[in-house]
């Protein structure tokens, strides 16, 4: 198994920049895509950005494009989501995310092996 856990969320101003990181637990955590969504107040949860095991490819979702970073160390089991040029939208709590398959990553992460709990992210205008 795979255990999740983030930290780095925090309340910011517009423009500013925060890193997310997600440690994970688990002897396999170089197998897996590793990936962040988010879900803000009211809202549906959406895809973020995701990392191949290797870190070869990585992919985003349009709003982000260009202002988030996502990387892996698989020698410290750890994923990150450096985010700059912050916006109020991006105000939503940040799920770290592993699966065996990318595909998983595209969408809502339905059938997603592997959640963190959660850190929290505001941003304000």
């Known amino acids: 198994q795979v255990q999740l856990v983030e930290s780095g969320g925090g309340l910011v101003q517009a423009g500013d920049s925060l890193r997310l990181s997600c440690a994970a637990s688990?002897?396999?955590?170089?197998?897996?895509?590793m990936g962040w969504f988010r879900q803000a107040a009211g809202k549906e949860r959406e895809f973020v950005a995701a990392i191949t095991w290797s870190g070869g490819r990585t992919y985003y979702t349009d709003s982000v494009k260009g202002r988030f970073t996502i990387s892996r160390d698989n020698a410290k089991n750890t994923v990150s989501l450096q985010m700059n040029s912050l916006k109020p939208e991006d105000t939503a709590v940040y799920y770290c995310a592993a699966d065996r398959a990318i595909g998983t990553m595209l969408g809502r992460g339905a059938g997603m092996d592997y959640w963190g709990k959660g850190t929290l992210v505001t941003v304000s205008s």
């Open positions: 688990g002897r396999t955590f170089s197998s897996y895509v």
